[in-house]
């Protein structure tokens, strides 16, 4: 699985868009991106995924460059309660999600 | 309501006494896996089964052990050939192959003292 590169840390005023870089250039064909998040102290949790389009969800979206290389996570309107570590997946044949340092977002009133 | 359920919370042992975390999902997920994370550190991959019967080493199985009898549960034993087992333990479970869809428990705190 191909390795990702995530800011350790990044603030975002209530109410703007946060937006999370993330780095994987040796992704190959067939390995989607996930993102996932962690709010201190409880399981991770499912934001969104992709593999070559732009997806949209209700908590996100998700922008992957035409490369593929690198994708940004944002989060249209942040409030409080987004404030947590972040984390960018790159996984494919394996089926194995591997977690990196992640980023840590403070959302500040 | 379907979910995945971690227990205790809060564990407290004396070291080199093995111990067992429990994992349970009711969610008819065909993999499972458990993760361990330290202060301040991502996830760290320990174990992972795909299927009833079956399991596969993850980054970091030195020092633990795993069985899968059932497709809902999937037990983690801390043993005392681990040599730093103080951590925050997380268990998940996901349709094999559809990782969009991995699930967490709510994790369990193990101090070894």
């Known amino acids: 699985d191909a390795k990702t590169t995530q800011p350790p840390s990044m603030d975002c005023a209530e109410g703007r868009a946060a937006n999370l870089p993330c780095n994987h250039s040796?992704?190959?064909?067939?390995?989607?991106v996930y993102w996932y998040r962690q709010i201190h102290s409880q399981g991770p949790q499912y934001i969104i995924h992709g593999l070559k389009n732009n997806e949209t969800n209700e908590m996100a979206s998700l922008i992957i460059t035409e490369d593929r290389k690198s994708s940004t996570l944002i989060l249209p309107h942040a409030t409080l309660r987004d404030t947590a570590v972040y984390y960018c997946i790159v996984s494919g044949a394996t089926n194995k999600l591997i977690f990196g340092t992640g980023t840590l977002l403070a959302v500040q009133p | 309501d379907g979910g995945i359920t971690q227990s205790p919370k809060y564990l407290f042992r004396k070291e080199g006494q093995n111990v067992t975390l429990s994992c349970e999902q009711n969610?008819?997920?065909?993999?499972m896996y458990w993760y361990r994370q330290d202060p301040g550190q991502g996830l760290r991959l320990i174990y992972y089964s795909q299927i009833v019967n079956d399991f596969q080493k993850g980054d970091i199985a030195e020092g633990y052990s795993v069985s899968r009898e059932k497709k809902e549960s999937f037990p983690l034993t801390v043993t005392s050939a681990q040599k730093n087992p103080t951590a925050f333990y997380l268990c998940?479970?996901?349709?094999?192959?559809?990782?969009?869809?991995?699930?967490f428990g709510q994790g369990t705190r193990l101090t070894v003292v």
């Open positions: 040796t992704i190959s064909g067939n390995e989607y």
């Open positions: 969610l008819n997920h065909d993999a």
């Open positions: 998940a479970s996901s349709i094999e192959g559809v990782l969009r869809e991995a699930f």
